[in-house]
């Protein structure tokens, strides 16, 4: 992470960001983090319904008698198992979507800040530094992994939901 102090820039490669920190960062995108979350949440509900509803598509089938074991009662439950999978899987690639959106505007805004703090520095400061110095200074920008690394656990819902 780069931290300015003064007028120079600092790699701050040692100090870890606080909790306030991060939240204190976040506080521009607070519909789109609740957004997020509340999708998160939605795809959960959704996919922690559907052993209850297998369930009882399967207590209604050990007791009943109808043709196959086929009645009106199953098909209707299967009904609704189906379109509660629908759901999950579209609750999931809205959250999937929204996630992406958040991580990439967060990441974009962290690096157009390092890059106006970058071209505020004086010509003698960046003529007297090393190329790799300043190379290390960009690159190393926001811990951008955090963000972006966000996106893998709907990626990871999805797939359990198209198995199911």
Same mark, same amino acid.
């Given at each position: ?33 609740? #957004? ?7 795809? /959960?509900?959704? +996919?922690?319904?559907? @052993? ?5 598509? %399967? ?6 008698s ?5 009645t ?13 999978a629908l ?27 390092? #890059? ?7 010509? /003698?400061?960046? +003529?007297?530094?090393? @190329? ?5 200074? %960009? ?16 990626n990871?819902?999805l ?6």
């Amino acid at each position: 992470m780069i931290i300015l102090i003064g007028t120079r820039l600092r790699l701050a490669s040692t100090r870890v960001p606080t909790h306030m920190e991060l939240l204190n960062l976040l506080k521009k995108y607070k519909k789109l983090a609740f #957004i997020v979350v509340i999708l998160g949440f939605a795809t /959960n509900i959704l +996919a922690l319904s559907v @052993p209850k509803l297998t369930a009882g598509i %399967i207590d209604i089938a050990t007791s009943s008698s109808g043709f196959l074991g086929i009645t009106p009662e199953i098909m209707q439950s299967v009904y609704i198992l189906s379109g509660v999978a629908l759901a999950t899987f579209v609750v999931a690639g809205l959250q999937i979507y929204f996630s992406s959106i958040f991580a990439e505007k967060v990441a974009y805004d962290i690096r157009k800040d390092l #890059i106006d703090k970058v071209g505020d520095q004086s010509f /003698n400061y960046i +003529a007297k530094e090393t @190329p790799s110095r300043l190379l290390t200074l %960009i690159t190393s920008d926001d811990n951008t992994y955090f963000f972006s690394s966000y996106k893998v656990a709907p990626n990871k819902s999805l797939c359990t939901n198209i198995i199911t």
